[in-house]
């Protein structure tokens, strides 16, 4: 499974962005999708993910109410629109795929999300 990320860049505080995650190779094989992130000097966070199953989602406390997990599964992509951004949201943003029931975890290259006060 590859997995490809798109949509980062530069926003002012209160701005949009909407990031993209294409996967292709063994798609039939992903149980979990989701959104990551890692601040500098901060650990990798968990930001949105479908639930096994795809019938739920998570999201982390901190983005509630302004980031929304959504997926098009005939293209394989998922994606996080991001409103009312905020310098904390600042990051490096990961999809990550778990896949073959917990077997294999894998990660894309990551794209940057800067958000400017």
């Known amino acids: 499974v590859q997995l490809v990320e798109s949509g980062g860049g530069l926003v002012q505080a209160g701005g949009s962005l909407r990031l993209s995650c294409a996967a292709s190779?063994?798609?039939?094989?992903?149980?979990?999708m989701g959104w990551y992130r890692q601040a500098p000097g901060k650990q990798r966070e968990l930001v949105a993910a479908f639930t096994r199953g795809g019938s739920s989602t998570n999201y982390a406390d901190s983005v509630k109410g302004r980031f929304t997990i959504s997926r098009d599964d005939a293209k394989n992509t998922i994606y996080l629109q991001m409103n009312s951004l905020k310098p904390e949201d600042t990051a490096v943003y990961y999809c990550?795929?778990?896949?073959?029931?917990?077997?294999?975890?894998?990660w894309g290259q990551g794209t940057q999300v800067t958000v400017s006060s």
């Open positions: 990550k795929a778990v896949a073959t029931m917990g077997l294999y975890t894998y």
């Open positions: 190779g063994s798609t039939f094989s992903i149980n979990v």
